[in-house]
């Protein structure tokens, strides 16, 4: 092998060529999303595996594209545009899955790649969806999990307040973990 195992055009070889792409199944979107975002984010927080709020935030604009457009329908099947964004969306994610394994462990637990693929073609599903993908953003963004889905130090805690706007200090409320030291 030549210096820093790379081939003659400097390309490293492919670690993943000899294993097939895993097979997804479609399912369908539990009725109860929100609690399923909440268990998806509680599993990620436990295993200190988060992914950046860029690439998930990334992740759901695309989303809220198709969402915004079929908002305005009223047709109970998606447009052809819809589901050429959503074939869009499902080859970004992978994509964005062989970058990052956190992406990959996120899309895996969430498993939304199998319920993109659920969907079909029906309009109130994708809306179930949009709505699926904002809560897992919205429980992602909101910091540290504390079993409720609200930060352990909300905007109004010192310590944020240290981060955010320096000089500004307001007491910290019962259910911050800054009162209870």
Excluded: W
């Excluded at 199944?25 to 268990?39: F, G, H």
């Excluded at 964005?96 to 693929?117: N, S």
């Amino acid at each position: 092998m030549g210096y820093n195992d790379r081939n003659s055009q400097g390309r490293q070889p492919n670690r993943n060529a000899a294993r097939p792409p895993r097979q997804v199944t479609a399912r369908p979107l539990p009725a109860n999303y929100v609690d399923e975002a909440e268990r998806v984010i509680r599993s990620l927080y436990d295993e200190r595996n988060k992914i950046s709020t860029n690439k998930i935030r990334n992740l759901l604009s695309l989303v809220s594209e198709i969402y915004n457009r079929e908002n305005l329908r009223t047709a109970d099947t998606i447009s052809e545009e819809s589901a050429s964004g959503l074939i869009a969306l499902r080859i970004r994610m992978v994509y964005e899955a062989g970058r990052d394994d956190a992406v990959k462990l996120f899309l895996e637990r969430a498993q939304l790649l199998e319920y993109i693929k659920g969907l079909g073609d029906s309009r109130a599903k994708l809306m179930d969806f949009a709505h699926y993908m904002e809560a897992l953003v919205g429980l992602q963004q909101g910091g540290r999990y504390s079993g409720a889905g609200i930060s352990e130090h909300p905007a109004f805690c010192p310590r944020q307040q240290r981060k955010n706007a320096p000089g500004r200090r307001e007491q910290p409320s019962a259910g911050c973990a800054c009162f209870r030291q």
